[in-house]
């Protein structure tokens, strides 16, 4: 079982860059896969990428694929999600959640571990 946190979050402009960071606590943080999730006020949790327990296998849906990278550093226990060129749209929640598959998965129901979220506000 592993507890994650989320930070760097907050209120960005337009066309910025931002780093957000999911610490894990607990054990074998290196055996889970993770991925990000995000939810915008009134609308579904929405997968933005993956990586897999390796590391050696990242996934992201067509639309994120450019702006958004995911990577871990397995010695410190955390997982990183960097957001370039931010748009008013990538406004919401951002979730960080793990579980213990050698694969990526964009479904939420997938992930049995999850964050409490950190949000990110882009204005113009």
């Known amino acids: 079982q592993i507890q994650l946190v989320e930070s760097g979050g907050g209120l960005v402009q337009t066309g910025n860059s931002l780093r957000l960071s999911c610490v894990a606590s607990g054990r074998f943080f290196s055996a889970y896969s993770l991925a990000w999730f995000r939810q915008a006020s009134g609308k579904a949790r929405e997968f933005v990428g993956g990586i897999s327990w390796s590391g050696g296998t990242t996934s992201y849906p067509e639309a994120m694929k450019e702006r958004f990278r995911i990577s871990r550093d397995d010695g410190k226990n955390t997982v990183f999600l960097d957001i370039k060129n931010l748009k008013l749209d990538d406004t919401a929640v951002y979730y960080c959640?793990?579980?213990?598959?050698?694969?990526?998965?964009?479904?939420?129901?997938?992930?049995?571990?999850w964050g409490q979220g950190t949000q990110v506000t882009v204005s113009s």
């Open positions: 959640s793990a579980h213990l598959q050698p694969s990526i998965s964009d479904e939420p129901r997938e992930y049995k571990y």
